[in-house]
């Protein structure tokens, strides 16, 4: 069952405590910024290297994080759920990856925290589901079942890769994102957020909505609003390009391995 509307509002999700979604559903994703704002080009142009710290830390995190996975397939497996501090180390490794990306792919200049944390003030957002119960059979075979997502998610991966390389150099000559690639970036990012979800047991529900959301409720009446991704027309173009860059970089990265 949904949660109220009260519990969502148009400027964006609860800020009061950790934002959280109903049982079940996958992971949400919200930016501050509702169309991209002007961003600061010096930053832009040194976007790598000032990222450069982050990614490295991230690494080493990530790496305790794989085993930690594999703790948590068991433990799932096992008792059916997964619970406790491995289950919020994981959601924390997601959060934190989810800010690294979202600031080198442009949809922010605030530098993201070194945490683990549901940081309040951080203008991009996950809302992590509570616990759920796991189904078993799915737990056993996760692995293959998250093929398909993991093939999408890495076409996503690679292709917003490539387009943002032509994002960086719209932001050094315009100083902004265009809003259809700041469409795009949200929605990559939200997917292969659900994706990693999905494949640590932090939710049951196979990602999806790589192209954003819809709904048939009328404008104000949709109590995720605040959360959904709802893509322009260009923003649809933008995505499509971003598959198409994505599978062409993927059959060559490849095509040696064919």
């Known amino acids: 069952m949904p949660p109220p509307a009260a519990e969502f509002s148009a400027a964006g999700p609860p800020w009061k405590g950790s934002p959280a979604t109903p049982s079940g559903l996958p992971l949400h994703m919200w930016v501050l910024d509702p169309s991209p704002l002007r961003r600061d080009r010096f930053t832009c142009a040194i976007r790598l290297i000032v990222v450069f710290p982050q990614a490295i830390v991230l690494l080493f995190v990530e790496i305790v994080a794989f085993f930690a996975v594999i703790a948590a397939w068991f433990v799932a497996l ?7 501090g491995l289950r919020e180390f994981i959601a924390g490794v997601v959060r934190w990856s989810v800010r690294v990306q979202g600031y080198l792919f442009f949809l922010t200049d605030t530098y993201p925290p070194y945490s683990l944390d549901d940081d309040h003030t951080y203008p991009i957002r996950l809302a992590i589901p509570p616990p759920v119960e796991l189904n078993r059979a799915a737990v056993l075979f996760r692995l293959f079942i998250a093929i398909p997502s993991w093939i999408v998610a890495n076409v996503l991966g690679a292709g917003l890769t490539v387009v943002s390389i032509a994002s960086w150099f719209m932001l050094l000559v315009a100083g902004r994102l265009p ?8 929605a990559v990012l939200r997917y292969q957020a659900r994706f990693y979800g999905y494949f640590s047991m932090l939710t049951p529900e196979y990602p999806w909505g790589a192209m954003g959301d819809s709904s048939s409720l009328p404008a104000g009446s949709d109590p995720y609003e605040a959360w959904s991704i709802k893509l322009s027309s260009g923003g649809r173009t933008a995505m499509l390009v971003v598959i198409v860059v994505g599978v062409i970089t993927e059959l060559i990265n490849n095509r040696g391995h064919l």
Not at 179 to 186: G, I, K, M, S
């Open 78 to 84: 096992f008792t059916g759920r997964l619970v406790g």
């Open 179 to 186: 809003v259809p690639l700041f469409e795009a970036t949200r």
